[in-house]
């Protein structure tokens, strides 16, 4: 097996371990990142090292943020009476490129999955229930992903959320594809998506 030297090989090894990021592409970035000035490469590690040392979570989102709450929650001119659920930050930030929902966000942080052992303790479920009673909110939209998992968290949420004191609970669907990830939607997919959302359980 061809091998680079030793620090040239360590830094392929590190990139392949990111997500999408296989031997040639890490290779590729490798080189790349080899040609750069000394000073682009200083400025590259202080943002990463940057961002994990001072991105936390959002206290009621759970949204990234640098200060207890993130940008959106502290926003006063946004609608607390919708929370649009979420699985994770990354949706967050398609839905908010869309342009078309200005409500505020809960990052559940993944969908359920017992396949993988991902429960109801996981998620930040019991948080999203606390936090629409106390908003005393009137909608709730389920934006999960539109796969197997997405969908089973949806009908769970809905089963949790549902009932005469209950929000409204409804679920994005128009335009984004089965099995598909919101991350990767573009922005008019999800403004329809967010436009055409139904009554779940109907």
Not at 18 to 27: E, M, R, T, V, Y
Not at 125 to 132: G, N, P, Q, V
């Amino acid at each position: 097996m061809l091998r680079y030297a030793a620090p040239l090989q360590r830094l392929i090894e590190e990139l392949e371990r990111l997500p999408g990021i296989g031997p040639k592409s890490a290779q590729r970035l490798a080189f790349h990142l080899l040609q750069r000035d000394i000073e682009e490469l200083d400025a590259l590690g202080t943002a990463i090292m940057r961002v994990k040392r001072e991105i936390r979570f959002c206290a009621e989102c759970y949204n990234y943020a640098t200060a207890e709450l993130c940008p959106i929650c502290a926003d006063l001119t946004r609608d607390r009476s919708v929370v649009c659920v979420v699985e994770h930050q990354s949706d967050v930030m398609a839905l908010e490129r869309a342009g078309e929902y200005r409500g505020l966000y809960h990052v559940l942080g993944g969908a359920l999955s017992p396949i993988d052992g991902i429960g109801h303790s996981d998620l930040r479920i019991d948080e999203l229930l606390s936090r629409a009673q106390r908003l005393r909110a009137q909608e709730v939209i389920i934006a999960t992903s539109p796969t197997v998992e997405g969908d089973a968290t949806a009908e769970y949420l809905r089963g949790l959320l549902a009932g005469p004191e209950g929000p409204r609970v409804t679920r994005i669907a128009l335009g984004l594809p089965v099995g598909g990830d919101l991350d990767y939607a573009d922005q008019v997919t999800i403004a329809r998506a967010m436009r055409g959302r139904t009554m779940m359980g109907e």
